[in-house]
């Protein structure tokens, strides 16, 4: 096998032209996925001029004069429910719409508000909105790096959230009036899908750090990181009178 490219992105369906001199590839290596080319031997990849972005599974003709992809169109959008009233004809009313991806809304402490991630400002990051949609602010801009998962303190002042500045997952707090994030987990693993106890003490989250999917907990001032499970567990949420962890299973 000889590598013909190196930006370490993702590629989605490879083709050949009808020469054999080219490669043409859908990539995200200019954002959006979108149809490339490149010679087998190499060199600087250089977008096509058709597809524009969602554009997958390119496939050329054996004559060399068609070439076809697959096209794809989405919107995102964040619904409230009102679980008191199911029937009534309000009771799916849209908070967020998007098509770049909104998704993992969580409320304030006192349903004011809503935490979410989101790819509207080009990379995922954590923005914050109040319950009709309206007041938006990017929370906050790690620029690249895959950043998800929030969740509110019990007292509505922090969120705990996953990002992967270095590479690995690790689990960050920041102050929900801005600033910069701070780093509760380090090392050479992955922490992910944090949520705070009851009490606010403590932060729970998914890790690999044992060799295996375990729940962990951190203090949430920071500090050494605790197992809380040993026969494996992913996403970890307390009861609400604290006595409790209920988790899911990787498997």
């Not at 009036?177 to 992910?192: F, Q």
């Amino acid at each position: 096998p000889r590598q013909i490219t190196f930006d370490k992105r993702f590629i989605s369906g490879v083709t050949w032209t009808a020469d054999s001199s080219e490669l043409i590839f859908s990539s995200d290596r200019g954002g959006k996925f979108s149809l490339w080319r490149i010679g087998v031997n190499g060199g600087e990849p250089q977008r096509l001029p058709v597809g524009g972005e969602d554009a997958f599974s390119p496939a050329v003709s054996r004559q060399g004069d068609h070439l076809a992809y697959a096209q794809r169109s989405a919107k995102w959008s964040i619904v409230r429910v009102n679980l008191k009233n199911l029937q009534a004809k309000d009771a799916f009313s849209r908070v967020l719409s998007s098509t770049q991806q909104d998704s993992f809304a969580h409320f304030s402490p006192d349903s004011s508000r809503i935490a979410f991630q989101s790819v509207r400002s080009g990379t995922q990051e954590i923005w914050l909105a109040s319950i009709d949609g309206t007041n938006l602010v990017k929370l906050t801009s790690f620029e690249g790096p895959l950043t998800g998962s929030p969740n509110w303190s019990p007292d509505g002042r922090q969120l705990a959230f996953d990002s992967r500045p270095k590479g690995q997952s690790h689990i960050y707090v920041t102050n929900v009036e801005g600033g910069v994030p701070r780093a509760v987990t380090e090392g050479a693993y992955n922490d992910i899908v944090p949520s705070w106890s009851r009490d606010g003490r403590w932060i729970y989250y998914g890790s690999n750090r044992s060799g295996s999917w375990q729940i962990w907990k951190v203090p949430a001032a920071g500090g050494e990181p605790q197992q809380v499970t040993k026969q494996g567990g992913f996403i970890g949420v307390e009861s609400l009178d604290g006595a409790y962890i209920y988790y899911a299973k990787a498997d």
